[in-house]
């Protein structure tokens, strides 16, 4: 008698056979077969793939299910088919016939042949990523896996990002995240931390794309609050863009005030709360003026000097105020106190190493060294600003003069090198116009101003800068007459904001009875300038007023009489010299003609011509220093 | 109605507009003062108007004068000085216009580019010494400025800081100080470029609209709409229908504040009615000089033509045919139909010897065609001539119990019109007239009853006017011809000596005996004067008479006369000088 075997893979052939000519006839064999032999795999199978070609998928389930039941962790081709299977289930939305038919056989599997699948599939896959991608698939399936397989997952999840952060990353916040945020699982603290670290990193690079920021913050708190959940933290606030930083912040205090030390919430909440302060103040620092993005760069603001409270400045502990110069001032102000007080709170002793950890590990390096000196300055730390300033690599040559600049009047003095960079901003004034800004200078108290990087804004601040230096000599006595001239063109951009300083001119150049013309035909063409010029001339019709034109002449009357004897052409008002009052009068319907020339243009082009006088003016060189060199 | 024009001769005003290099500010308020004048001598010319421009100071170039072409020339010299100084400027217009006194409507326009001045000089530094000291004597002449209409007329362009931040405080300085005021201004060009509240150094390139020749003009026809519009009324003279016609009161009516019998009450406000009806006729003798609320010219209504087209042919395209005359018996007013046919038909004859009088602008023209049916035809050239010939006034009604005067009136350039004087309200405000509800015709007396007014007026010589000083100038104009009179002496020794006793039974009659003290003064130094600059004898003597007699008490009687002084004192004085160079001819 044949044994058994044979007689089995006899009708299995005469089956496949039979296959492609009379599948009737095949399935005839298959039927007499199972029913002499029901524990053979091959016979099963082949019954399998019969209705598998005849697209039977519901008989095909049920071969399938059995062949399942009773034949796990065996033959090579029962594993290709489940690979087929589950293929098609990870690819739902491709049509081809195969996809179908494999996506509809599933579904007549019974439930728990279809989570044996999966498990089977997971337990003999050797690739991480496919294992994942099978327990996100299993997930969806199964949703009530996800209770006690999901901290599996997440561990997967976490070596995975060893070697390729980006892929699993996206994983982690796209697919399995929304899967688990219902019921997030109890997870052990480091890999809760990892998890949200690796969140936040996700949507810190989106952030940093300048996407849409709105829904990258919405996500960020969601994850927030899965792993607070995870860790069975006090819940945090709900993400809104209308909410008020301040409701955050008080919310985050009131947390603290219950958390033991160093608590892990506390660090987390804080550093959420401290980078979305420090997104709000970066992001509000670029601003559309004039169809063009312009950068807003945190400088110190100008002191009124007056020379009652001479010798009584003593300098306040207080920190300085923020003055609303444009539209955005406020805002970019909250942002910044903001995330300097979370800032402060995470450099406590309790969490300054787990806070540093963690910086290092997100990529916030520009914000930070941007934001690490505005706090230097907004502190007066000026050594600590000077040294971060060296760290700050991707900044423009114009910002970092302009903060170079900052520091010269933070520490109330002007070096040569400030000087320098006035003449080196306005060599690379942008072109962007700007508007004129309000609340510059502030009495009796420090402050800071939100400069954007606008024509307009530049040279004023170049402008005030000069002006904040020479405006106290004004009030000393034996003032050079060149001096008091280029202050009044100085003056031209501020005359609303310092009356008492262009009044104090007016009143010197009465008293001298002489005032020099060479800045007046040249420089001043603003109207007020101008009328209170003609006043003083036509009030001074009696007295020996005098005109000078010598370009030469910068000192007192005494010295302009010798100094410039053969070269200046003198115009009193002595007796009926009607030439010379027509000269004067030329002048200055020649100036008032110019009254619509761009101010700023003019005053840039001012200092850069006359930058060895003003020079000469703010650092008291008695001579002309002709080898200043510009770096 | 006088009308202040004040033009600012700031440097700034030569300031070149931006986007229109062809203007300044100056010239575009050179042309927007044209206009107005234009407007007023479309309207009439009946405003007094004065021309001042300011810088530091304020300097009155033409005085008040209805001769605009005068104010047109010295528009073309003003000549920019330094810079504007506005509060001067009110000052010296509350000086300029203190002699029209409170009764007309006093309209100040101010063309500038809204400067603000720089230092104490400016309207910052007022505002900032204001807020302290309100009630500072120096702050006086404000609530007299507060019964002016001010109204500035802005140049400047919405986009220049130098011209926006001066309207903010222009408006502030109008708040503040609680005046009457008006900021004509351009509306702002659109532009996305502009940020509301930011200074700008650079204005924009203007758009072409915003500022200019024709936009000057809009803002001064808005000016005229709301402060030179004449009030229409008609003038209602009986009950024939054509007796009747839509006229112009100029300047227009102002509500009357009625004070409340009723202590604490709100004052009411009256108004003159739409139509003004004549109830009666009285000679001017019999009127005398009333008090008045306010006064009026009374113009015919023709619709005003485009600029360019005479007002003579408006008028011919304005007349309408007047409706054929049917004499049907039947109809109430046939009498007086059927007079007024034969009078048309009695100068239809005549009317090769009519003569045309010079004399009048609105004398009746009787010449064949339609311009004289259209004169005929005008109530107001009919009233006119009426008055006129007659030395009659019509008494009219304005209100409820309201009455007014219509007169000929015959200014200082010999022209004639009709004016219209409203009276207080009320029935019983003129006392010599009495009540004039209870006015009448001379035929309705009883026999036996004389006709008479409560207070008869006795002429006694047809020389002896009657003395009226119900102005400051009337007074001073009558001292002043005393005084041209004392200078002619001798020869004038006699109009001397009338003229001042004149002068000082009207005084007495007022009891004004404070005026016969200054006149002695005023002739003690008009002696001195003279006697420095050689006059005669004579003429010295007879001033240190009369001023000697001025200070007695017997001369406070009304009876008395100061006579010259006599000519016994003359031969004296003229022997004296003979006696003179006798001693230089023995030399």
Known sequence: MPSQEENELYMVKEAQRLRKSDPCAAMAWIITAKTLYPNAFNLQYEAYLLERDAQNYEEAAKCFSAIATNFQNQHTELWQEINSLTNALRNENETTPEHEFYVKMYKHLTPEVQHNIFMHTINHSADNLERIYIYILMFNKFPKSAITQAPRLLEMLAEGMKTEPDLYQRILVEEVLPMIQNKPPELSPNLACRLYTSSLEFYLRQIMDESDTADAWKNIFKVLMICGQMMGWEPFLPFSKHVNQNVYWEKLVDILSGSPAGSSQVLFYATTLFIYSLHGYIRNCKLRIEDADVTHVLVEGFMEWSPEGDGSEVPSMEPPKFSLTTAISPELSKAFLHAAQCWQLLNTDQFQRDFSQLMLALPLAPWISRFLFDLAIYFGHRDEANKLMADMTTQSSLVQSLQILSLNLMQGSMTLQGFQCILKILSELPTTQGQLLENMSLKGHRHMVFLPLTRSALVQYCVGAIISRLSRKVFEPNVPDRLLGDILVLQQLNLLNDVLLTQQIFNLIKQRKSFNLRTLSTYIINIDLLEELSHIWNSQQEDNFELTSSPNSSGTPTATTVAGGSQSRRIGTRGADKGARDEFRAITRQQIARCNENVITLLANFINQEHLMLAQHIFGISQPVETIVIK | ?587
């Not at chain 2, 020749?213 to 209602?236: D, G, N, P, Q």
């Not at chain 2, 006229?247 to 009625?258: I, K, N, S």
């Not at chain 2, 009455?403 to 000929?408: H, L, R, T, V, W």
């Open chain 2, 1 to 587: 109605m006088p009308t202040l024009i004040a033009l600012d001769a700031s440097l700034s005003m030569l300031r070149p507009v931006p986007g229109r290099n062809e203007h300044t500010y100056q010239s575009l308020a050179t042309k927007g003062i044209q206009h107005l004048l234009d407007n007023l001598t479309a309207a009439g010319k009946l405003e007094h108007v004065a021309l001042l421009s300011y810088s530091t100071t304020a300097e009155l170039k033409v005085d008040f004068t209805r001769d605009y072409d005068q104010v047109r020339q010295a528009v073309k010299k003003v000549e920019p000085v330094d810079k504007a100084c506005l509060m001067s400027m009110l000052k010296a217009v509350v000086s300029i216009m203190s002699p029209w006194g409170n009764q007309n409507i006093l309209q100040v326009v101010v063309f500038t580019d809204c400067g603000l001045g720089f230092g104490n000089t400016s309207i910052t530094g007022f505002l900032e010494a204001y807020a302290e000291k309100e009630s500072e004597p120096e702050f006086g002449f404000l609530k007299t400025l507060a019964n002016y209409n001010l109204n500035f007329i802005c140049l400047g362009l919405h986009g220049d800081y130098y011209f926006t931040r001066g309207l903010a405080v222009y408006q502030q300085l109008l708040d503040k100080v609680s005046l009457k005021g008006q900021l004509f201004m351009t509306k702002p060009a659109k532009s996305s470029d502009a940020v509301e509240g930011n200074p700008n150094p650079n204005p924009n390139p203007s758009h072409k609209s915003e500022l200019g020749r024709t936009t000057v003009f809009e803002l001064i026809e808005r000016l005229c709409e709301a402060s030179y519009k004449s009030s229409e009324v008609t003038l209602k003279c009986g009950s024939y229908f054509r007796m009747e016609a839509s006229v112009l009161l100029w300047p227009p009516t102002a509500p009357y504040e009625q004070k409340s019998h009723i202590f604490g009450r709100e004052p009411t406000i009256r108004h003159t009615d739409q139509k003004i009806e004549v109830c009666g006729f009285l000679s001017l003798s019999d009127i005398g000089s009333p008090a008045t609320l306010s006064r009026h010219w009374v113009l015919p209504k023709v619709e005003r033509e485009k600029s360019g087209s005479s007002r003579r042919s408006g008028n011919l395209s304005a007349a309408a045919k007047p409706p054929k005359l049917n004499l049907d018996t039947s109809n109430p007013n046939y009498e007086l139909e059927k007079l007024e046919a034969d009078i048309k038909e009695f100068y239809a004859k005549d009317s090769k010897d009519t003569e045309e009088s010079g004399d009048d602008d609105v004398t009746i023209v009787l010449k064949p065609g339609p311009q004289t049916e259209q004169q005929k035809e005008n109530l107001c050239v009919l009233l006119h001539g009426a008055l006129k010939m007659e030395n009659m006034a019509a008494l009219v009604r304005v209100g409820d119990k309201w009455y007014g005067f219509i007169y000929a009136f015959t200014d200082s350039k010999k022209k004639s019109n009709l004016m219209l004087n409203i009276l207080p309200p009320g029935t019983n405000v003129i006392p010599w007239l009495g009540d004039l509800e209870s006015l009448g015709f001379p035929e309705d007396l009883a026999p036996g009853e004389t006709a008479s007014f409560p207070v008869r007026a006795d002429r006694r010589s047809y020389s002896q006017s009657s003395v009226v000083w119900i102005r400051q100038a009337s007074l001073q104009s009558d001292v002043q011809k005393v005084l041209r009179h004392a200078k002619k002496m001798p020869d004038k020794t006699q109009h001397f000596y009338k003229e001042l006793n004149r002068i000082r039974r009207a005084a007495l009659a007022l009891g004004f005996v404070e005026l016969l003290e200054a006149l002695a003064m005023l002739l003690e130094k008009e002696c001195a004067h003279l006697s420095l600059n050689g006059a005669s004898n004579d003429c010295t003597l007879q001033l240190q008479h009369a001023a000697t007699e001025l200070r007695k008490t017997s001369n406070r009687d009304m009876k008395s006369m100061i006579v010259p002084l006599q000519k016994v004192g003359a031969s004296d004085a003229g022997s004296t000088a003979a006696t003179a160079p006798a001693p230089a001819y023995m030399y």
